[in-house]
């Protein structure tokens, strides 16, 4: 099984216990669709595991849910669609997709809960949340490189991340090469060395 993960998609053998129990009808209806829950960042101390999903509501605005499971309950765990899966689908992203395809990016956010989901999580403007994996610092310079590249040709702006074995961070901010980067990891966000 793919390891847990920030991004990482799981699907349960039971509806995760929601943060806010208003939202636990809609935890139970998503579960029953079959759909995954998304791996968010994990709360010191609480037992479990941390969980996410989105929710189309009016305006094309996606309203984030919280959740919880136990680990026993995750049946399986995938990283995030591949864009290129995507653009079969969504013709906005063709371009970005065949521009990119050497680095294999993945999607979250808005895009990948559409792609999911079904429902009207995008608008127009909407950025096109891409995850990158780079091994080391010569990937990622050349990943930033072609995300930079890409945005030339891409309807969509280009965001979201770099991820590293030791975390995520923001290819935008790395490429702005500061002398600290916030790194986003399974249990923390930190600033670090940009080194």
Request: hydrophobic letters at 45%; aromatic letters at 6%.
């Amino acid at each position: 099984m793919t390891p847990l993960r920030r991004h990482t998609l799981v699907w349960l053998a039971a509806p995760p216990r929601t943060a806010i129990p208003a939202d636990q009808s809609a935890a139970d209806a998503w579960h029953a669709r079959g759909l995954p829950f998304v791996v968010t960042r994990q709360s010191a101390g609480e037992p479990g595991v941390g969980l996410g999903f989105c929710l189309p509501e009016a305006g094309h605005r996606s309203r984030r849910v919280a959740a919880r499971c136990c680990e026993e309950s995750v049946l399986r765990a995938e990283p995030p669609p591949l864009l290129g899966r995507v653009a079969g689908v969504f013709a906005e992203t063709a371009a970005a997709a065949n521009a990119l395809a050497p680095l294999s990016p993945r999607i979250f956010g808005s895009w990948m809960w559409r792609f999911l989901e079904g429902g009207p999580h995008t608008r127009s403007g909407s950025d096109l949340d891409l995850l990158v994996a780079v091994s080391g610092r010569a990937e990622a310079e050349r990943a930033v490189l072609a995300l930079q590249e890409a945005e030339g040709v891409s309807a969509l702006r280009l965001d979201g991340e770099l991820s590293f074995p030791c975390g995520e961070v923001a290819w935008r901010e790395y490429a702005g090469r500061p002398a600290q980067i916030l790194l986003k990891t399974l249990t923390d966000v930190r600033l670090v060395p940009f080194a």
